[in-house]
């Protein structure tokens, strides 16, 4: 009996007569229960409900989306396990240069037409490597790195796994950097590199390089990436992120806006360019992108409370303070009693910015907390621009000086000398700067204890 009777597959394609010939060749081979995804939409609904063991999946989509995007959008909510098959079904004969450009890749793709005896072939492969690797994924997916990193070294040196040696690399080095180890994971995928250039290796080189602050290095190592591989869309992401960490926003706005024009539908990089936007005082392209991902992100919890902040701090840098103020009123009071204190940072200081006799008072209730904390960079240039704002130099001061004092002090300089500016302070920026300075070579100087 078939092995085959007991996996649950989903079929996703946009044509019934396809989705019929799918389902005709997985009962060929045994399957039982074979359901149907006609969509984009309705796929990541039956996955996320109850994710199936098999998924054979149509490239094309229809409605602009493909399984590639289907796939990325998968991985990046977790809700994709690792034992799950995805199994890419495709008429394209140049699939095959795609798909080695990316990192975010299927198990295996199969090109149309094909028999059931070579679906079986792929998917035999297929579990064969997904039984090897059962042990990494249970102590990967409970963060247990040392351990899953102990079952990669030992399969390393088995037998067994010389025929996923590269896997096995690639993997140890995502464990490296997911457990914050980026020095031996640049080090891993130089190993890699040096028996084999694939691009998702030099990226991975380069998210290294980022995660230890060493911008330039980075920056050099993903713009090979970006120039070799045109579809490889993530490096892309990352070249933007590094810009932005430079402080080089136009350069990324320009990068995320050519990637999110070729994939519409990504809402994540839609985010990334608001983001980049904002930065780049390029409040319009912004708002629009941030008028899309609410409009049209329909993944189920997709749009969160730190969305609807992005798009009311766009309004504001625009001017809209009435369209701001219209967006945070529209946040419902449990979504405001959920939110983290950034959050909550965030939401009372654009307030306070858009409609003074509405927020100031939140603002100043939470000026303590404010002053005792370290948020993440958007809340605290938030809160810097509240207190500018409503003359509160002490606490704008307090979260410029931990700004400038952070890795991303190069990202958000240029936000910061513009607000100090807009408010006539910009020589109290400039001793902050000094300032800082000077506690930065201080500290450089100290000996070692």
Not at 2 to 8: A, I, P, V
Not at 84 to 94: D, L, P, Y
Not at 209 to 237: C, M, Y
Not at 318 to 343: F, T
Request: include cysteine; charged fraction near 30%.
């Amino acid at each position: 009996m078939s092995e085959y009777n007991k996996k649950r597959f989903l079929v996703i394609d946009d044509q019934p007569q396809a989705r019929d010939a799918l389902r005709s060749i997985a009962q060929t081979i045994g399957a039982f229960a074979v359901e149907f995804a006609s969509n984009y939409q309705d796929a990541i609904f039956r996955i996320r409900n109850n994710a199936p063991d098999i998924i054979l999946c149509d490239y094309m989509l229809g409605e602009g989306r493909s399984g590639q995007q289907l796939l990325e959008e998968l991985r990046r909510f977790n809700l994709l396990p690792d034992e799950t098959i995805f199994m890419m079904v495709t008429g394209e004969q140049s699939y095959e240069q795609v798909v080695s450009a990316v990192e975010l890749v299927p198990d295996d793709y199969i090109i149309k037409p094909f028999s059931p005896d070579k679906l079986v072939l792929r998917l035999d492969r297929i579990v064969a490597k997904k039984n090897f690797f059962a042990a990494y994924y249970k102590e990967k997916r409970q963060q247990e790195f040392a351990r899953a990193l102990a079952i990669l070294e030992a399969q390393r040196a088995s037998e067994t796994g010389r025929p996923y040696r590269f896997e096995i690399l690639r993997q140890q080095a995502e464990v490296l950097l997911a457990s914050g180890d980026a020095e031996a994971s640049e080090k891993a995928y130089r190993d890699i590199l040096e028996n084999y250039e694939f691009p998702w290796a030099r990226a991975g080189v380069a998210r290294s390089l980022h995660k230890q602050n060493r911008l330039t290095e980075a920056r050099t190592e993903i713009d090979k990436v970006v120039a070799g591989t045109p579809h490889f869309f993530d490096a892309s992401d990352l070249k933007a992120s590094i810009c932005m960490a430079q402080g080089e926003h136009a350069e990324a706005q320009k990068v995320l806006d050519e990637v999110a024009k070729k994939t519409p539908r990504n809402y994540l990089r839609k985010r990334m360019l608001a983001e980049a936007a904002t930065l780049n005082g390029d409040s319009e392209t912004a708002r629009a992108a941030m008028a899309d991902v609410i409009a049209n992100d329909t993944m189920p919890g997709a749009v969160s409370a730190e969305d609807r902040l992005a798009m009311a701090r766009s309004h504001v840098d625009a001017g809209d303070k009435i369209s701001a103020e219209k967006v945070l009123v529209g946040l419902r009071d449990a979504e405001i009693q959920a939110m983290n204190l950034a959050e909550q940072a965030s939401f009372a200081a654009l307030l306070a910015i858009s409609s003074p006799e509405k927020g100031k008072a939140r603002f100043a209730g939470l000026r303590p907390a404010l002053l005792a904390s370290e948020l993440d960079p958007s809340a605290s240039i938030d809160v810097m621009r509240a207190a500018l704002t409503v003359g509160d130099h002490e606490l704008a001061d307090r979260h410029t000086e931990l700004l400038m004092t952070s890795p991303d002090a190069k990202k958000v300089f240029g936000t910061i000398r513009k607000q100090y500016a807009l408010q006539g302070r910009e020589q109290d920026f400039r001793e902050i700067q000094k300032q800082v300075a000077l506690k930065r070579i201080h500290h450089e100087e100290k000996p070692a204890a």
